[in-house]
């Protein structure tokens, strides 16, 4: 055997065995992607910047998973089965919440460790390995951080239907100018909501149904 198949045996090996140490659920797009993901049920809902803090002694994961927390904390409690935060932004709560989350082996959920200003994290985010048309409803945490997912990323990681929800003005103002493929609605709560519009092959299926009761009932 080579050196370099050699090497390249061991760096496998070492990141697999650093995978055996840390829970199954914690997806970190630094490393390549694991062979088996253990996906939450669907519908598939993301929190972009959480899984990485704490407020009042409670993790973000404790606080989105478990209901009746008082209205103290301020805070929406959104319903989430993968958790987005930035890798880098406070390793202090992200360690945390995956001591939370090893406490906590039956909980079906994900956290995924991804920068969302680096092109390279986001390629991996919106692969086929990855999210690609898995996402029903992506949100945000409050104080939201890192950078916005463009119209392309969103596209590319809804279902047809898929929400992207904003409640930041700031942030939204990245979406002021709506692209073609999504609906944009501004609601009464100051909430932007942007659907992936119900188009493609599934779209292309339903008009030929519609198609083929309509000349049903004329042979009728």
């Not at 090497?7 to 199954?24: L, M």
């Not at 989350?101 to 460790?113: F, G, S």
């Amino acid at each position: 055997m080579s050196r370099k198949r050699q090497k390249n045996d061991t760096e496998e090996q070492s990141v697999e065995s650093k995978r055996s140490e840390q829970d199954k659920r914690v997806i970190d797009l630094r490393v390549p992607l694991p062979r088996y993901i253990p996906w939450p049920s669907e519908p598939l809902h993301m929190t972009l910047c959480a899984g990485d803090g704490v407020q009042q002694g409670k993790t973000d994961i404790e606080y989105f998973t478990t209901k009746g927390f008082p209205k103290s904390f301020n805070r929406e409690n959104k319903s989430t089965n993968i958790f987005c935060c930035s890798p880098d932004y406070n390793k202090h709560g992200i360690s945390e919440n995956i001591k939370y989350l090893n406490d906590h082996p039956e909980l079906k959920i994900l956290l995924v460790l991804c920068d969302t200003t680096d092109p390279g994290h986001l390629e991996i985010f919106a692969s086929e390995h990855l999210f690609k048309n898995k996402l029903s409803v992506i949100q945000e945490d409050m104080a939201c951080y890192g950078g916005a997912l463009d119209y392309n990323i969103l596209y590319d990681v809804l279902v047809p239907g898929g929400q992207y929800i904003l409640d930041d003005a700031q942030r939204m103002r990245n979406y002021s100018d709506c692209d073609a493929r999504f609906e944009c609605d501004k609601q009464a709560s100051n909430k932007l909501v942007i659907t992936k519009k119900m188009t493609g092959a599934g779209t292309k299926t339903m008009k030929k149904c519609k198609k083929r009761r309509k000349s049903r009932k004329k042979l009728k």
